[in-house]
């Protein structure tokens, strides 16, 4: 009977661990960790497509967090999402020309905004705008355009000249483009 009981108590113990390690890696997984928040100051920028950004999303540049994704509101008139960009304040030395965009971790993983610093001398403030943002890739459009292949001619598209260049003149010839 002893041993029947040490058993199950070895049994509980091992699923109870095992639901613990669950929980940490969800929470280490997920952006609800492993940041700390202080004092912080408001930046905004407009997007047209934010993907599946989500509140508290991590705000990065060169890969370190900084920040995080404070609210995400919609332009009733332009039809934008307005993402309101919680960064710290030891980080006061963002130039006012940088940039937003919103990646990816990972093939499948969160959506963060990363910022691409510019070169100017003024620095961000308290409710400033980013003048230049990128969207989020949508990994629908790009399996799209690559099951649809947009460098492969179309059936109406009128014959490539020939490569020689016989009929035409060095200086009538497009400059090559590179492959995409």
């Given at each position: 009977?002893?041993?029947?009981?040490?058993?199950?108590?070895?049994?509980?113990?091992?699923?109870?661990?095992?639901?613990?390690?669950?929980?940490?890696?969800?929470?280490?997984?997920?952006?609800?960790?492993?940041?700390?928040?202080?004092?912080?100051?408001?930046?905004?920028?407009?997007?047209?497509?934010?993907?599946?950004?989500?509140?508290?999303?991590?705000?990065?540049?060169?890969?370190?967090?900084?920040?995080?994704?404070?609210?995400i509101t919609l332009t009733?008139?332009?039809?934008?999402?307005?993402?309101?960009?919680?960064?710290d304040k030891r980080y006061?030395?963002?130039?006012?020309?940088?940039?937003?965009?919103?990646?990816?971790?990972?093939?499948?993983?969160?959506?963060?905004?990363?910022?691409?610093?510019g070169g100017s001398p003024?620095?961000?403030?308290?409710?400033?705008?980013?003048?230049?943002?990128?969207?989020?890739?949508?990994?629908?459009?790009?399996?799209?355009?690559?099951?649809?292949?947009?460098?492969?001619?179309?059936?109406?598209?009128?014959?490539?000249?020939?490569?020689?260049?016989?009929?035409?003149?060095?200086?009538?010839?497009?400059?090559?483009?590179?492959?995409?």
């Open positions: 009977m002893s041993q029947k009981r040490s058993f199950q108590f070895g049994t509980g113990l091992f699923i109870l661990l095992g639901f613990a390690a669950l929980g940490f890696l969800a929470t280490q997984t997920t952006s609800l960790a492993n940041y700390t928040e202080g004092a912080t100051y408001n930046v905004v920028g407009h997007f047209t497509n934010i993907g599946q950004l989500k509140l508290r999303a991590p705000v990065k540049i060169a890969g370190v967090r900084i920040g995080s994704v404070k609210a009733p008139d332009k039809l934008d999402a307005v993402v309101t960009l919680g960064i006061v030395q963002i130039p006012d020309d940088s940039a937003a965009a919103i990646f990816t971790s990972g093939l499948l993983g969160d959506q963060y905004v990363g910022i691409q610093p003024d620095m961000l403030k308290e409710g400033d705008q980013f003048v230049l943002t990128q969207n989020a890739m949508q990994l629908e459009e790009l399996i799209g355009k690559f099951l649809v292949g947009s460098d492969t001619p179309k059936k109406d598209a009128p014959p490539k000249p020939a490569a020689d260049g016989a009929d035409k003149s060095a200086a009538d010839k497009p400059a090559p483009q590179p492959n995409k």
